[in-house]
């Protein structure tokens, strides 16, 4: 099976385990599972075919660690699954049971309308006595283009340590080997032998990580290494790679003769216009049918997974994906006399490698229109989006711009941390038995819009829930609810409504009431727990409330919680209490600002947290006149 390596094999599984199988307590702080071994060989006999050999041995310590137990293939038409076994050792190192490729749950399930990607997967174990140690081998098989090399991730998740991961990727001679390695300084052993040659990678003894509250992401902790050809075959296809001009000549390669609209198509656009007084409005007006006439659904079929749907197909079905839908509203932009740029992007990175380009760092398609002094960014999977807007997954992201002469990379602009704002403003009346009537407005902008807006799509019910459920009291009963939605490049979303509310706990002549009924606290920071990660704030904010507490007659303020004015690194918090003519004003404003901050400022944030938590949940205390 498979072709036959013509290097010597870093090392044997076939009957081996480590001879520590049951490792000593403590031999790794934080981990729930220890990978023993991960051995990857990854042999390129073409610029299409290719052999991947992967054996681990896993350590599974406790049950919080099972899921590291579990097996998990993903296979297209470019990959294919080969060879599969599996063994499973007890804490003595005894044999106890045998996987083999039969035993492979297998599903072709997929969200999208078009895939040919299928899974190959394997449930943990359930074993009730740790530790228990798992043995995995298998070979894929890959075949008809190799646009990428499989990227060496020792490390796939928090709480786990590993003892040894080496990958060992072999190709001819005269082919260029492009590689990375991030978060680690590892430079790889070369060999040459005939006309092959080698590169190893070995890392060894990481430590587990523990996740860590706004903490960096677990990819910017671990070390790992992407692989790339320079030049390149992917299904009947070539292209070089060896920097993002050159990837970009290659995607503009793949839209060539994809814009062609029938005549039908083009009388559309025509009487889409005809009554538009600028280019922006006739934008406007093509985005809108755009997204009243077509619906995303993923395709993912062979090099459909990288090139978009033809335009004329798209018009006639009404339905593509993100690389279709933005090809289709380019090619009715271009019959509207207004040019536009197919733009590449990731939503879950912001920031491409400059000097080291792969088609692996991105994952969506978007559509560039540079208006005269106003540059559009329009996302055509979602017809929901406002026009103008830059949402929250893309802004601020680096993007790989596809001209016909080559890739430009550009980043997207994000707007002003103070922008992401929301507004609370409520009239509260208090009765003497502690319930009350509330008043209450909420207004999101941008970010913070784009968690709420979804509100607006549910029944009745089911948005009196979630208004419900963002109300720290147990008694609500929501009535008079309305909301307005506003789509603009700056979008907000309102909420009124009114409510019944048991608000106040009465204990003899007092009443005590809470300061403000519509803010968690922060109580993941309140363990003095040492940290070891840096604070990563991965958005800026602005919260501004104001609670109007009307007093029921007899009562009168007893307590407030302490004013509070902080200014600092991470951002500011401000709250103040007015005593007003039967009445009591709650004004706090808290701003977060986005950034990473070193570990060494982290009792100070954890301190900045106290507070705003401590004031959020604070009490008012009423006394009642005898």
């Known amino acids: 099976m498979g072709v036959t390596l013509l290097f010597t094999p870093l090392f044997s ?118 530790p228990y140690t798992i043995k995995y081998e298998w070979e894929l098989k890959h075949k008809d283009g190799l646009i990428s090399y499989p990227v060496f991730v020792p490390q796939t998740s928090y709480n786990q340590a590993v003892d040894t991961a080496v990958y060992q990727i072999t190709l001819p001679a005269q082919e260029n080997l492009r590689f990375r390695s991030l978060n680690s300084n590892i430079e790889p052993v070369e060999s040459t032998e005939k006309n092959r040659k080698s590169y190893l990678f070995t890392y060894g003894n990481l430590n587990a990580i523990e996740h860590e509250p706004m903490g960096l992401s677990l990819t910017a902790m671990i070390p790992h290494v992407y692989f790339t050809p320079e030049e390149f075959s992917f299904e009947g296809t070539t292209g070089n790679i060896s920097d993002w001009n050159n990837f970009g000549k290659w995607q503009a390669e793949l839209l060539n003769n994809r814009d062609i609209l029938s005549e039908e198509a083009k009388r559309k656009v025509k009487e889409l216009t005809a009554g538009c007084g600028s280019d922006r409005e006739k934008v406007n007006a093509l985005y809108d049918f755009l997204g009243k006439t077509t619906r995303y659904v993923s395709i993912q079929l062979g090099i459909g997974g990288l090139q978009p749907t033809p335009a004329q197909d798209v018009f006639k079905t009404g339905f593509s994906d993100c690389k279709g839908l933005s090809n289709y509203l380019k090619a009715l932009l271009s019959e509207a006399g207004i040019p536009s740029v197919y733009t590449v992007i990731s939503t879950t990175r912001s920031h491409l490698l400059p000097d080291f380009a792969s088609a692996n760092q991105m994952n969506h398609v978007i559509l560039q229109v540079p208006l005269p002094g106003d540059t559009l960014w329009l996302e055509c999977t979602n017809p929901e989006e406002p026009f103008g807007y830059i ?192 009445k009591i004003s709650v004004i706090q404003t808290l701003s977060l600002k986005k950034g990473i901050y070193p570990v060494e400022k982290y009792e100070d944030f954890r301190k900045f947290t106290e507070v705003v938590s401590r004031s959020y949940s604070g009490k008012i205390v009423l006394k009642k006149d005898l």
Not at 445 to 459: A, G
Request: proline letters at 5%.
């Open 13 to 130: 599984l076939q009957g081996a385990l480590p001879e520590n199988i049951t490792p000593n307590p403590g031999e790794r702080k934080y981990a729930n599972s220890i990978v023993r071994i991960d051995q990857t060989d990854f042999d390129v006999q073409s610029r299409t075919n290719a052999t991947q050999k992967r054996s681990t041995i896993t350590t599974i310590l406790n049950k919080e660690g099972k899921e590291e137990a579990a097996f998990i293939c993903y296979c297209d038409k470019f990959r294919e699954l080969k060879q599969f076994s599996g063994e499973l050792y007890n804490a003595q190192g005894v044999l106890i049971r045998k996987f083999k490729k039969s035993d492979l749950i297998h599903t072709e399930y997929f969200e999208g309308l078009a895939s040919d990607n299928y899974t190959y997967y394997l449930d943990a174990p359930d074993i009730q006595s740790y």
């Open 391 to 582: 949402h929250n997954q893309i802004a601020g992201h680096d993007a790989l711009l596809i001209h016909p002469d080559g890739g430009e990379i550009y980043r997207l602009p994000q707007k002003k941390d103070s922008l992401h704002k929301e507004c609370y403003y409520a009239d509260i009346y208090l009765g003497a038995d502690g319930n009350a009537k509330g008043v209450v407005s909420r207004k999101s902008w941008n970010s913070q819009y784009e968690n709420r807006c979804h509100l607006i799509k549910l029944e009745d019910a089911k948005q009196r829930d979630r208004v419900r459920g963002e109300i720290k009291l147990p008694s609500v009963r929501i009535q008079e609810l309305t909301m307005k939605e506003n789509k603009c490049a700056d979008p907000s979303f309102e909420v009124r409504y009114e409510a019944e509310l048991g608000y106040g706990t009465q204990t003899g002549n007092r009443l005590f009431i809470p300061a403000n009924i519509f803010r968690n606290t922060l109580s993941e920071f309140s363990s003095r727990k040492p940290r070891t990660q840096p604070i990563a704030l991965s958005a800026g904010f602005t919260d501004s409330d104001t609670i109007h507490i009307h007093l029921p007659e007899g009562y009168n303020i007893e307590s407030t919680p302490a004013p509070q004015c902080i200014n600092n690194d991470f951002g500011s918090f401000s709250a103040i209490i007015l005593p007003g003519e039967r």
